[in-house]
């Protein structure tokens, strides 16, 4: 690489950790859901309780997340355990790992496409400041550490493929098992990087890479299986194991559950996807933009399967599962967001030389070059239009603003040994100290279709019993008919007691 290389590549990454560390907001934790629960584990491990959700009652272990992250923070809390002045400091090192991820998107442009570097330079700037991956990098969530340590994992894998060789696998199947502890989907890069490695007469480095990952993943399944049974069946959903949370709703739903999944998620993909490529009211508009976009995704994989093999099969198996998962898409997207604009890119240049007749060459090219100017154009006025309105602040003000009130509410009128439950159980815990859970449950199958009054009553009825909690905060609407209904039995089981702009606060009475 010459002087003038490293010179662009740093220009790169301190324009991409400046543009980061701009947006840091000092909005409080728990914007998100997950954010919270990383830095309960963050705590927990910090003050050496283990990996432990502290804030539920019993403080079980906890199998929902895997430990990568949860470490990072624990390292930063033992710097500053000020909290939450040391929330600011998790977003800053978010910055850095985007900063990082820029860097590893170009390194891979480079050494995998060869293409040049101002094309490198743009994919990776267009991959990470993007305003809705600024988004996930202003709060504390694990898609910045896991793009950081995307880009080397995948390089690593390509060259194992390339040579064949062990060593190469091994340091391969190692970066695999990091990557699956920051987030559990970076383990379908072993499948990926074994069929590439089958596929060429690579047996002994298919071995070797396996090994090596399963170093990583194998202790950590056997940890899910061993505390799995800790958190109570309401609460697993949240806080529980994904598998046993997955496997529940395709056991329940079968077959006409996937194809309902698949199809909510491809109308989210559609709807959010076809409004970043062309942020425009016209639906029919943003719907060519959109099946444009597909199949210069689907034209690109050709130049993925020559030069980057293993990343395209994990790309399709990333993509499946993220079909098939009962959960909004828009979030796992993000999280391999630089990938997508090399395999559009491609495939726009191979629709663009795609061989016809004479007379159809050039009515083809000009929709091609339409269709490609179009996703340009409506991705940077797009994120014109968030830069402008500071969208990665939306999602954290609001909920600063819903539960600064609960919070100010706990902390005059409960106790430290009381239990709460309510929707904003992890910012309640963590700024009060209460011991806190939800009101409700989070099942696959609400994916499709929200709780009925009955069943929400059956959850809070298991909750009640699993848990004992002393007071029930909520402010949804199924939730205050289940919490009313509760108050107006005989004898009654809850009393209104507070109220906030955007919560009721009921007691439980004697039990």
């Not at 959960?327 to 090399?342: D, I, K, M």
């Amino acid at each position: 690489m010459s002087n003038r290389e490293r010179l662009l590549v740093f220009a790169v990454a301190a324009l991409v950790l400046l543009v980061a560390i701009l947006t840091v907001t000092p909005w409080p934790v728990g914007a998100f859901q997950d954010d919270a629960i990383y830095t309960v584990l963050a705590k927990a491990l910090a003050s050496g309780d283990g990996f432990r959700l502290t804030n539920l009652p019993g403080s079980p272990y906890n199998t929902h997340y895997p430990p990568g992250y949860p470490l990072v923070l624990a390292a930063l809390w033992k710097l500053w355990p000020s909290f939450p002045d040391n929330i600011v400091l998790f977003k800053f090192a978010n910055a850095f790992f985007l900063a990082a991820a820029a860097v590893g998107t170009y390194g891979f442009c480079r050494t995998r496409w060869g293409v040049r570097p101002w094309q490198a330079a743009l994919v990776a700037l267009a991959g990470t400041i993007s305003v809705v991956v600024l988004l996930i990098t202003g709060v504390v969530l694990s898609e910045p550490l896991f793009l950081a340590l995307l880009f080397p994992t995948l390089i690593a894998c390509e060259r194992a493929a390339d040579t064949g060789e062990v060593r190469p696998a091994i340091a391969a199947g190692l970066l695999i098992g990091v990557l699956a502890m920051v987030r559990t989907l970076g383990a379908f890069a072993v499948p990926a990087a074994a069929l590439v490695l089958v596929a060429r007469g690579h047996w002994r480095a298919t071995f070797a890479l396996g090994i090596a990952a399963a170093l990583f993943l194998v202790p950590w399944q056997l940890w899910v299986s061993a505390h799995q049974g800790e958190i109570a069946h309401p609460l697993v959903g949240k806080y529980g194991s994904y598998g046993a949370w997955l496997a529940e709703g395709y056991r329940e739903g079968g077959w006409a559950f996937a194809r309902a999944v698949v199809a909510r998620n491809a109308q989210d993909v559609d709807r959010t996807i076809g409004y970043m490529i062309l942020p425009v009211t016209h639906a029919l508009l943003r719907g060519v933009t959109f099946a444009a976009l597909l199949v210069f995704l689907v034209a690109g994989t050709n130049r993925f399967a020559r030069n980057a093999p293993v990343t395209l099969g994990f790309l399709a198996a990333y993509i499946l599962v993220v079909m098939l998962w009962p959960f909004e898409p828009t979030r796992f997207l993000l999280a391999v967001w630089p990938l997508w604009f090399p395999l559009a890119a491609f495939g726009a240049l191979a629709c663009w030389r795609l061989a016809l007749p004479r007379a159809l060459r050039w009515p083809w090219r000009v929709a091609v070059a339409a269709c490609a100017l179009a996703m340009t154009g409506g991705y940077l006025w797009y994120n014109g239009i968030g830069y402008a309105n500071s969208w990665w602040t939306a999602v954290q003000r609001d909920a600063g603003q819903r539960a600064r009130p609960i919070v100010e509410w706990v902390a005059r009128h409960t106790s430290p040994d009381d239990v709460l439950a309510t929707e904003d159980d992890l910012i309640v815990y963590l700024y009060t100290g209460r011991k806190a859970l939800p009101t409700s449950t989070f099942t696959a199958a609400e994916r499709l279709r929200p709780l009925t009054d009955v069943e929400d009553a059956i959850v809070v009825r298991q909750i009640f019993d699993a848990y004992d909690p002393d007071y029930f905060i909520t402010g949804g609407a199924t939730g205050l008919r289940t919490a009313r209904a509760l108050a107006e039995r005989t004898p009654p089981e809850l009393r209104p007691v507070g109220r906030t702009p955007h919560v009721t606060i009921f007691k439980r009475l004697a039990r």
